[in-house]
């Protein structure tokens, strides 16, 4: 795999599936957990939406994949990474009165996720239980859509609020190939990428540099 930005990346996941609606979004969501998963196992790992050449992803790609939105890089990094400038909460998002302790959490964690240029540009409105969000980033909006919605639930916990007007696939319909050897250091018959009992395609993790989460 050639990338503009890392060297010695050999273990990688492609971001790809069948061209549907909400499909950035899904592949934001998806991505986002397998970059965190990555993290718990001592991995490090990147979102690389644009510097690669795109004919070598294409062949790795599941045969139902129709778009590819950009790979996963993982592995050693050569260093851990720097943290990037970042927007106030106060940027992205406002509360209908005062704000509840589990809103304020899934802002500041939206603010930690990668997102495309890092230009974090999400909309975050709040009214009682119910959340709503939007990304404005160009080609990137459902990726990073995805990314973001991901995290708001995993700070805000869930169980305190409910999306707005969600529509579209939210974590399913996609396809992802990973490549390495098939050997998959999670529970056997398992794939991040197609659920429990398919086929394992996770790669073993690598000996090698790859950056750490970011894009």
């Known amino acids: 795999l050639r990338l503009v930005l ?96 589990w809103f304020a959490k899934g802002v500041e964690a939206v603010l930690l996720a990668p997102t495309a240029l890092n230009k974090q540009a999400f909309s975050i409105r709040g009214q009682g239980r119910r959340v709503s969000m939007t990304c404005q980033n160009g080609v990137f909006s459902g990726v990073d859509l995805g990314i973001g919605q991901y995290h708001f639930e995993l700070g805000a916990g869930k169980e305190n609020f409910d999306w707005a007007q969600m529509k579209g696939p939210q974590k399913r319909s996609l396809f992802a190939c990973f490549s390495g050897p098939p050997a998959c250091p999670g529970p056997p018959g398992f794939c991040p990428a197609a659920g429990p009992g398919a086929p394992p395609r996770c790669s073993t993790p690598p000996a090698h540099p790859a950056p750490r989460s970011g894009r």
Do not use: C
């Open 6 to 101: 890392a060297k010695g990346v050999r273990n990688y996941v492609v971001l790809a599936g069948r061209d549907a609606p909400g499909l950035g979004r899904s592949l934001g969501w998806a991505g986002a957990d397998l970059m965190l998963f990555a993290q718990t196992l001592g991995l490090n790992s990147w979102w690389v939406g644009g510097t690669f050449r795109r004919k070598g992803l294409e062949k790795n790609a599941a045969p139902e994949a129709e778009k590819l939105l950009g790979l996963l890089a993982l592995g050693y990094g050569a260093t851990q990474g720097a943290p990037h400038k970042s927007k106030r909460a106060e940027e992205i998002a406002a509360y209908e009165g005062e704000p509840p302790e």
